[in-house]
């Protein structure tokens, strides 16, 4: 009986990796498309997580001095900046440039 199996086992095994082979060949491409729907936003980034420079204060990845600095940009998820928290922002949400900081209220 075991020699029947053999063939079976053989055919099941060549299957998953033939399966695993083609998932791990499609996973880089919608990736790369993840990848590219980004956006920068500006005026998100917390204190030290910001992805690059925008101006004084900041000079790249990571510097930036404080929560939410106007002038230091994260990357989003496009399409989705200007629906994101900024205590700075004149909206109060980010921005897709640069912007003028207003301080929030303090409470009391």
Known sequence: MS???TPA???AALAAVLGSALLGAVTPAQAGDKAMAKEKCYGVAMAGKNDCAA???TSCAGTSKSDHQANAWKYVAAGTCTKTASK???T???QLAAFEATMPA???
Do not use: C, F
């Open 3 to 5: 020699d029947l199996r």
């Open 9 to 11: 086992l053989t055919a």
């Open 55 to 57: 101006g004084p204060g």
């Open 88 to 90: 700075t922002s004149p």
């Open 92 to 94: 109060g949400k980010g």
């Open 106 to 108: 303090k409470a009391m």
